[in-house]
């Protein structure tokens, strides 16, 4: 599994970001774009102070071009040749817009997300706050791997105390990951985990996961203002949601899942893969969209492991996920591996004979 900061790091980022953290419900009317000549794209904001300019990242320039129906292969285009063009775009359909508002998110000055004014903001403090203690006290309770990235918070918590053997010396524990994103990158989710003891790799089961999207009722605007949210808005509605993630963590790591899960582990052993190994890299590779560098890894650590059955291939994956620099990607790929644990028999056949 890929390591990440240290619980107390996390903490301590956790509370310097929401002291830093800014959000604003903005008219179109009082918001324009302003793209220096390096690439750069901001917005400008007539808040009651006077205008404050923030710069936009890559997500929320997505966002931005989304909300316009500018596509962004013609956004980044524009950024990058001709900024006065994209800025002429963004204001004439931001004038067109006049009657709509957005939803800003900004840290430490800059603009990290543009939301619909419908988002549903369930920020990754308050759910931590929430959710540490119960993850502290599942049985024989280990933080794995923890990690605050641009885009989501993620908690990975094993359950020590709660194990089986799927083959003599190859122990699996059971184990939970919280994620969540503040910035429309993803649904707050709990899901089961199975770590592997022998290697550290860690599997997602995704099938059998609480998904919690960010989708609520529209943020009534004054027309002519811009808003300022305060965190105490939603504490409500939030400690409705925290309570269902709490029943979840508890289901995720229960007995009767980590059988379930464990059990379809114990299948994949008995899936030889007769074909080619690099042709059955090649059809996952086509199935799960793997760049060139990624089919690599994982065949090499389908070769090295030696192990040429679906049970081999599972942890090629979730291995090489150790390999991945970024941390959102590792864990795609450790999710990719609970992916494999759900193929009908057809679509292991198709892998397992690719020739």
């Not at 620099?325 to 028999?345: H, I, M, P, W």
């Amino acid at each position: 599994m890929k390591t990440g900061r240290s619980l107390t790091d996390l903490a301590t980022e956790l509370e310097r970001q929401a002291a830093m953290k800014k959000d604003l419900m903005v008219p179109a009317k009082r918001m324009s774009s302003v793209t220096h000549t390096s690439g750069q794209c901001n917005v400008m904001v007539e808040e009651a102070g006077g205008a404050v300019r923030y710069p936009l990242n890559d997500t929320a320039c997505s966002q931005l071009a989304k909300r316009l129906d500018i596509p962004f292969s013609y956004f980044k285009r524009m950024r990058a040749d001709y900024p006065e063009l994209l800025d002429q775009n963004v204001n004439g359909w931001l004038r067109r817009n006049a009657a709509d508002s957005y939803l800003l998110r900004t840290l430490d000055g800059r603009a990290r997300a543009f939301l619909s004014t419908r988002y549903r903001r369930l920020d990754n403090f308050d759910l931590a706050k929430s959710v540490l203690p119960i993850l502290q006290q599942l049985p024989g309770a280990r933080f794995e791997s923890v990690e605050l990235t641009e885009a989501r918070l993620y908690l990975k918590v094993i359950s020590e105390r709660t194990t089986c053997e799927v083959a003599p010396g190859d122990v699996l524990q059971a184990g939970v990951i919280v994620s969540n994103s503040e910035i429309g990158c993803g649904t707050l989710r709990v899901e089961p985990l199975l770590y592997r003891l022998v290697c550290s790799n860690g599997l997602i089961v995704c099938d059998r996961s609480m998904r919690k999207n960010h989708a609520g009722r529209a943020l009534v605007s004054d027309d002519d203002a811009v808003l300022v949210f305060k965190d105490d808005t939603l504490e409500a509605d939030d400690k409705a949601v925290f309570l269902k993630v709490r029943d979840m963590v508890q289901a995720a790591v229960s007995e009767t899942t980590f059988e379930l899960i464990s059990e379809k582990m114990r299948k994949t052993m008995g899936i030889a893969l007769v074909g080619n190994p690099v042709k059955v890299v090649e059809v996952l590779a086509n199935r799960y969209a793997l760049n060139e560098a990624e089919c690599t890894g994982v065949l090499r650590h389908l070769i090295e492991e030696g192990d040429l059955s679906g049970y081999g291939l599972v942890n090629a994956v979730t291995g090489y996920s150790q390999d991945v620099d970024d941390y959102d990607r590792a864990t795609e790929f450790e999710e990719l591996g609970g992916k494999l644990l759900a193929l009908s028999g057809g679509e292991w056949k198709q892998l397992a004979e690719a020739a």
